[in-house]
């Protein structure tokens, strides 16, 4: 039986990625904090339910604590690293728990992998990487050099820490950009939540740069459907593709998920409207620091190494999340 550790297993993508590998038969190992940057009640209930499959172990702890990563993965075939601080507010607020999450976190994940001889660690990365960019759609090969807020420059910086340990110890890396994921079981604090929430409790929602903004929404399954291909697609010094982002010094690669079309904000809200059933009171906002203004992800390379994703249409996807919203929350 083939064994996955996946660190954030009680976290929006974790979950999913886990759930959808038990269902194969995978034996999945997880790490969770349950820290309480959002409701750690919906943590549980996740957890809650991988822990129905009797191949899943969970452990609740930090992954910076020292060692701990070293000894999960002693017998794991492949390593997931989805565990971070998320948000790009918070990490105004509270950098501190940037540092020690995704830049300490990261670390430990790095040495376990070093220690176990993994034959494929693959890390999550953000879209926030590409910051100030202004070329789109963003591809893997751009320069990728101005992150805009704290959260970003910690997650470009553990891109910088996995291509050293690739290159140093042999170890085969795919850092995946995500590109705003959304869906059932998703984070509180995460836009679609938010906004039905509040249509719900007729309460206003907050729209940003006055709805000028655009983003790449991939609904969860098919990014699940994404990692799954990849798993199976580690990267090899003498194997590269057309357009490839591979390291010319190290099995290490850098892929971009998405949905590799934009969406403007408020078609989204009309998308959320229409599944809510009633209309929002909007509040146009200003720009909040950290931000950008648009995402887009080229998916030339993704495609070229695991073929197309399902595209699942934005008012499907986000009806799909509405109806998960009326029934568990």
């Known amino acids: 039986m083939r064994k996955i550790l996946i660190t954030g297993t009680a976290g929006f993508i974790g979950f999913h990625l886990a759930r959808r590998l038990l269902d194969e038969g995978a034996e999945v190992i997880g790490i969770d904090a349950i820290t309480d940057y959002y409701d750690t009640g919906l943590k549980r209930r996740r957890h809650a339910l991988l822990a129905e499959h009797a191949a899943f172990t969970a452990h609740e702890a930090r992954i910076e ?9 002693a017998e794991a075939d492949v390593i997931v690293h989805l ?30 992998a070093r220690a176990a001889g993994t034959a494929h660690l693959m890390i999550a990365s953000t879209s926030s990487a590409y910051g100030a960019n202004v070329k789109m759609p963003y591809a893997e090969t751009d320069k990728a050099d101005h992150q805009m807020s704290f959260y970003a420059a910690t997650k470009k910086a553990t891109e910088a820490m996995a291509h050293s340990y690739a290159h140093l110890y042999d170890i085969p890396v795919t850092m995946f950009r995500f590109f705003t994921v ?54 090899r010094r003498d194997a590269p593709v057309e357009g490839d982002s591979l390291s010319p010094v190290a099995p290490f690669r850098v892929v971009n998920i998405g949905n590799g ?10 998308a959320v409207e229409a599944a809510v059933g009633r209309p929002a009171q909007r509040n146009m906002l200003p720009m909040q620091p950290g931000d950008v203004p ?5 998916t030339a390379l993704l495609e070229r190494l695991i073929g ?10 986000v009806a799909r999340f509405v109806a998960w919203y009326r029934a568990e929350m």
């Open 65 to 73: 604590e020292p060692g701990l990563m070293k000894r999960l993965a």
């Open 83 to 112: 565990a971070a601080q998320a948000g790009v507010r918070y990490s105004i607020d509270a950098p501190r728990s940037y540092v020690e999450a995704n830049l300490i976190g990261t670390f430990e994940v790095l040495e376990a």
């Open 294 to 298: 648009a995402t887009w992800a080229d």
């Open 182 to 235: 959304y869906g059932p079981w998703g984070r509180p604090d995460m836009a679609l939540f938010k906004f039905t929430d509040a249509i719900l409790k007729d309460r206003p929602i907050d729209i940003y740069n006055n709805g000028d903004m655009s983003r790449d929404f991939t609904y969860i399954d098919d990014l699940v459907e994404g990692l799954r291909r990849l798993m199976d697609t580690p990267p």
């Open 308 to 317: 197309p994703l399902p595209q699942t249409p934005l008012a499907e996807g």
């Open 261 to 270: 079309a934009p969406s403007r904000l408020l078609d989204f809200v009309d």
